[in-house]
């Protein structure tokens, strides 16, 4: 059976989606009995705006979702929020939407090191596969702002006894400087942006 499941950037025309978006995350949030960062409608909708979000979608029927948050001046880009609707699982779409994610990330910010926090073994194996490696909490973005969409999460009482060291998400990271074959000193990279931003 051919799939005709559409994966795009999400735009403001989007909008009509947002609130099956929600109500997706927050059943299958309930279905795992793990938390979640609760976002708003405004907050979604924002995303779209800024082609900041990725949408799948069965002609005019919601498929799946996620989006891109960049944290610390952009120096850390996550990619969260990955939700398929039940009636599309199982069907390879998280890789695609996960995939659709990424690249969207890897080419608005190059250098920024893009990183995850989940429970999911499914979301662990796609992370891999990228490139991410588990990392230590200490090891991803130290931006209050972030952490703080974690309240919302039923385990966040492990996350605060034991100081936002561990909880029962991992960490995972990808560093696009591991990539490289070559080292460019941080005064290098200071004179090019330089350069970039007098042309």
């Not at 609130?19 to 779209?48: C, P, Q």
């Not at 990424?102 to 920024?112: D, N, V």
């Amino acid at each position: 059976m051919k799939d005709n499941i559409e994966v795009v950037v999400a735009d403001e025309s989007h909008e009509k989606y947002v609130d099956t978006i929600l109500e997706t995350i927050s059943e299958a949030a309930k279905v795992r009995g793990t938390g979640i960062a609760k976002r708003t409608h405004e907050y979604l909708l924002n995303k779209m705006r800024e082609a900041k979000a990725v949408i799948a979608l069965d002609g005019d029927t919601f498929a799946g979702f996620s989006y891109i948050e960049t944290w610390q001046d952009k120096k850390y880009v996550t990619t969260s929020g990955l939700i398929v609707h039940p009636d599309y699982r199982g069907r390879g779409l998280a890789k695609r939407i996960k995939d659709m994610t990424f690249t969207l990330a890897r080419i608005r910010w190059p250098h920024a090191k893009i990183f995850s926090l989940t429970s999911g073994a499914a979301v662990m194996a796609m992370n891999t596969q990228l490139g991410y490696k588990p990392v230590t909490f200490a090891d991803l973005t130290q931006d209050e702002a972030f952490w703080k969409g974690c309240e919302g999460c039923v385990n966040v009482d492990i996350l605060h006894r034991t100081g936002r060291r561990y909880c029962i998400c991992t960490g995972m990271l990808y560093d696009p400087e591991e990539y490289l074959p070559a080292k460019i000193s941080d005064d290098v990279l200071k004179r090019i942006k330089e350069i970039e931003n007098n042309k």
